[in-house]
């Protein structure tokens, strides 16, 4: 199914917070310069995975990965009141246009696009304010950062070299388990698959059991893949395994997804005027994440700011 894997996957989950299901106290547990940040909101940044209910907020707090989103919540509100000082805002209609390009790229209405939401735990108000957010913060960076970063000839012939195994042509052999969205609760159905797989159970023979792909009966495979065939999550998921390994479950547009990669046979690597535009585009995108911790650096040391877990 090699259309499938070069389809783009919906990163939508990935960029906006998600609802934790479990009920606590709320509290306040950091104070940036005269805002405060509570635990309701902080929830809202973290998928917490339990069973049954915290009892207090201390067990709660034992939930490393709400601990871990504690900066980021600090640096995006540290961006809002940096907005607030130079009046920089973004408007419900630029917020419905972000939505309506985000429907044509994914070729979904608003129904669909809802929906999918849903699944993923997403209110569909915290969608639009993470839109706002992403909006607001790119406004704000504009402003305050030099949007223009220069970038010269030498200096992409020698990111190029340094990075030289990166441009080496790669082909993967792959076996996929793919769960549609239209199987009766397909979440349940992957994660008994990726369970089965840690028991275990041969890749071949889960994927006869639980994948809907037409690749299934033969055990998932689906051949050799190049690797800038496939988007980059997935490409980023596979570079990450050796031969025999497989992936967590990948949600897709059209259902879950588990990969494994069977084996890696690279090539020759490829030409600097090939790769130069690419070349171009991640210095600048690294240079951007840079000066973008910078300037949040600056903030953090000019704010004050109390974290109170």
């Given at each position: 199914m090699k259309r499938f894997l070069i389809a783009s996957i919906f990163v939508l989950a990935s960029l906006f917070p998600r609802i934790a299901g479990s009920e606590v106290i709320d509290r306040i547990v950091a104070i940036v310069n005269d805002d405060m940040v509570t635990l309701a909101e902080l929830e809202k940044h973290v998928q917490v995975e339990k069973h049954g209910k915290?009892?207090?907020?201390?067990?709660?707090?034992?939930?490393?990965?709400?601990?871990?989103?504690?900066?980021?919540?600090?640096?995006?509100?540290?961006?809002?009141?940096?907005?607030?000082k130079l009046k920089i805002d973004v408007s419900r209609k630029e917020v419905d246009g972000i939505v309506s390009n985000i429907k044509k790229q994914y070729l979904v209405n608003d129904e669909e696009l809802k929906e999918q939401l849903k699944k993923d735990h997403i209110i569909y108000s915290d969608f639009l304010e993470g839109l706002k957010m992403n909006a607001l913060r790119g406004k704000v960076l504009a402003q305050v950062i030099s949007p223009e970063v220069l970038v010269t000839d030498r200096m992409l012939r020698e990111y190029y070299d340094k990075h030289i195994e990166e441009y080496r042509e790669e082909e993967y052999g792959l076996g996929q388990i793919f769960v549609s969205n239209k199987s009766p609760d397909p979440q349940k159905k992957a994660l008994e698959a990726l369970a089965s797989l840690k028991a275990g159970t041969p890749f071949e023979s889960v994927a006869k059991q639980f994948s809907d792909d037409p690749s299934g009966p033969e055990g998932g495979d689906i051949g050799s893949i190049k690797s800038d065939e496939l988007i980059p999550d997935l490409r980023d998921a596979v570079r990450t395994l050796i031969p025999g390994a497989y992936t967590d479950v990948i949600r897709t547009p059209y259902g879950l997804l588990i990969l494994k990669l069977k084996e890696t046979r690279r090539g020759k690597t490829i030409d600097f005027e090939v790769v130069k535009d690419k070349v171009h585009e991640r210095i600048v995108r690294e240079e951007t994440d840079k000066r973008y911790r910078d300037f949040v650096s600056k903030l953090r040391k000019a704010s004050y700011i109390e974290v109170k877990i």
């Amino acid at each position: 199914m090699k259309r499938f894997l070069i389809a783009s996957i919906f990163v939508l989950a990935s960029l906006f917070p998600r609802i934790a299901g479990s009920e606590v106290i709320d509290r306040i547990v950091a104070i940036v310069n005269d805002d405060m940040v509570t635990l309701a909101e902080l929830e809202k940044h973290v998928q917490v995975e339990k069973h049954g209910k915290f009892v207090t907020v201390n067990e709660y707090f034992r939930n490393m990965k709400l601990l871990q989103r504690i900066d980021a919540v600090i640096d995006t509100l540290l961006i809002k009141q940096q907005a607030k000082k130079l009046k920089i805002d973004v408007s419900r209609k630029e917020v419905d246009g972000i939505v309506s390009n985000i429907k044509k790229q994914y070729l979904v209405n608003d129904e669909e696009l809802k929906e999918q939401l849903k699944k993923d735990h997403i209110i569909y108000s915290d969608f639009l304010e993470g839109l706002k957010m992403n909006a607001l913060r790119g406004k704000v960076l504009a402003q305050v950062i030099s949007p223009e970063v220069l970038v010269t000839d030498r200096m992409l012939r020698e990111y190029y070299d340094k990075h030289i195994e990166e441009y080496r042509e790669e082909e993967y052999g792959l076996g996929q388990i793919f769960v549609s969205n239209k199987s009766p609760d397909p979440q349940k159905k992957a994660l008994e698959a990726l369970a089965s797989l840690k028991a275990g159970t041969p890749f071949e023979s889960v994927a006869k059991q639980f994948s809907d792909d037409p690749s299934g009966p033969e055990g998932g495979d689906i051949g050799s893949i190049k690797s800038d065939e496939l988007i980059p999550d997935l490409r980023d998921a596979v570079r990450t395994l050796i031969p025999g390994a497989y992936t967590d479950v990948i949600r897709t547009p059209y259902g879950l997804l588990i990969l494994k990669l069977k084996e890696t046979r690279r090539g020759k690597t490829i030409d600097f005027e090939v790769v130069k535009d690419k070349v171009h585009e991640r210095i600048v995108r690294e240079e951007t994440d840079k000066r973008y911790r910078d300037f949040v650096s600056k903030l953090r040391k000019a704010s004050y700011i109390e974290v109170k877990i």
